[in-house]
């Protein structure tokens, strides 16, 4: 019987040097997709700055696909927080209205979130969020319903659309984007 990595001293440390790496690696990537552009970034490029080779990268993250994802939904973990200290104890339309504008101020206040809502970069971020697992929870759990059902996968997927188009496109200021989500969004949600 052959010795996994767990089963060998010394290798007891092995997960935590992996979220290590993985974090390490998303890290680079972040820097990157600022500096260059999401669809810019290349996985020969994120090894190259990491330092490892494209084989080690690809342990990780085995395709650049998996790597954006992987950086969504941490991302989406910092959105969240913030979402949450903007709702607090809110309730109905309110709450909906505060966590829309509360993500896109969490969005549009980290230029690492933002280089994902350039003109080139919209539709990659769109693709990225609606097969997200985490952030369909997220806007799940702050439109106050289940997240297992098929209604609330299309409300979620519908207002991922909606808050994408905003960050892409924003409104002449704040207040006309407040009343473009209080005129149409919030009637249908």
């Not at 092995?14 to 690696?25: K, S, V």
């Not at 395709?63 to 989406?76: G, P, T």
């Not at 509360?102 to 690492?112: E, K, Y």
């Not at 809502?117 to 929870?137: C, H, M, N, Q, W």
């Amino acid at each position: 019987m052959t010795a996994t990595s767990s089963d060998r001293p010394g290798d007891w440390l092995a997960g935590e040097r992996a979220e290590l790496a993985a974090g390490r690696i998303l890290d680079v990537a972040e820097e990157l997709f600022i500096a260059d552009g999401v669809n810019a970034v290349t996985m020969r490029q994120v090894a190259e700055a990491v330092g490892c080779s494209r084989a080690t990268l690809y342990r990780y993250f085995p395709s650049r696909e998996v790597l954006q994802l992987a950086y969504i939904d941490r991302a989406a973990q910092q959105v969240v927080r913030h979402v949450s200290d903007a709702v607090g104890e809110t309730v109905g339309e309110e709450r909906t209205l505060r966590a829309i504008t509360a993500a896109l101020a969490g969005v549009r206040a980290n230029p690492a979130l933002l280089a994902w809502f350039t003109p080139d970069a919209a539709g990659t971020s769109t693709d990225l969020a609606l097969i997200s697992p985490a952030v369909e929870k997220v806007v799940a759990d702050f439109l106050g319903a289940p997240s297992n059902t098929p209604v609330t996968h299309l409300r979620a997927q519908w207002l991922v659309r909606v808050i994408v188009s905003l960050l892409t496109s924003p409104g002449e200021s704040l207040f006309v984007e407040e009343e473009l989500l209080r005129t149409f969004v919030l009637p249908v949600l």
